[in-house]
């Protein structure tokens, strides 16, 4: 017998046809996922540069977007004021008012509020505590994030002590409050009147200094913030300013109020 009889994969057909290799779509698959990774890789490096990709530019538009709508609110304040004065002056022209009328009206706008006052005048100064702030006394746990900011109580508890304590006007920052003034805090961060402050805050009040002074020290909600002074660091100044004028209220003194629909 032959050497080509006895050969592996022969037969009475002949020679077996060569095995052709499989089509494998998961490999081709695999590969393409290899290399779009390879690109975004690539992609966020040049894009980067060196930066945070991570960082949340939502906040800082809307950081944007509250202190433009602040500016916005006080030059819309300041303009209200101008157009006030305009239609005084139109007004004093008047013959037809009295004199008795117009000392019932400038009464009026003094005790609203929208006219300047002069007078001798108490600052209280707030500020938060140092980043690194320590319990400075024994027995007083370690600080919170929460004990070391300004909140919206601290200011109130200083207005209202002020009023308590005989004030004719109060100053919070660069506006003068009114009876519908609402002190109040969002964060870190004042928002009074449609405008927004952060930290320091500073708070005139035109009366008599000593008496004013009597009455910060009286305050139960005072003293409690005085311990968060003394043991945590937050920011307290109480000091005579002499003789100040605080401006007159600028902005609107329309109520607003809902009305039952019919």
């Not at 709508?69 to 304040?77: A, E, I, M, W």
């Not at 506006?175 to 805090?185: E, G, N, P």
């Not at 708070?203 to 008496?211: C, K, L, N, S």
Request: proline share 6%; with cysteine; charged share 20%.
């Amino acid at each position: 017998m032959s050497n080509s009889a006895d050969s592996p994969g022969t037969g009475a057909m002949g020679s077996a046809p060569a095995r052709r290799p499989r089509f494998r779509p998961v490999r081709i698959l695999t590969a393409g996922v290899f290399a779009l990774a390879g690109l975004i890789f690539v992609t966020s490096f040049n894009t980067a540069k060196g930066t945070d990709l991570r960082t949340d530019t939502s906040l800082l538009k809307l950081s944007d977007l509250i202190q433009e709508r602040s500016r916005k609110n006080q030059g819309l304040d300041e303009s209200n004021a101008t157009l006030r004065h305009r239609v005084e002056s139109l007004a004093e022209g008047d013959d037809g008012s009295t004199r008795a009328q117009d000392r019932r009206l400038g009464g009026l706008e003094k005790s609203a509020g929208t006219e300047r006052l002069t007078g001798k005048a108490v600052t209280v100064t707030l500020n938060d505590a140092p980043p690194n702030a320590t319990a400075k006394l024994p027995g007083y746990p370690p600080p919170q994030p929460d004990y070391l900011v300004i909140h919206q109580q601290d200011l109130q508890a200083v207005v209202n002590a002020l009023w308590h304590g005989g004030a004719r006007g109060i100053k919070v920052m660069d506006q003068r409050l009114i009876s519908t003034s609402a002190v109040r805090c969002v964060g870190n961060t004042l928002i009074l009147q449609g405008r927004v402050y952060s930290p320091p805050y500073k708070i005139t009040a035109v009366g008599d200094p000593e008496r004013l002074k009597q009455a910060l020290a009286a305050s139960k909600a005072i003293q409690n913030y005085m311990v968060y002074v003394n043991v945590y660091g937050l920011g307290w100044d109480v000091a005579d300013e002499g003789t100040v004028t605080l401006p007159g209220y600028t902005g609107t003194v329309d109520l607003h109020y809902a009305t039952p629909v019919k």
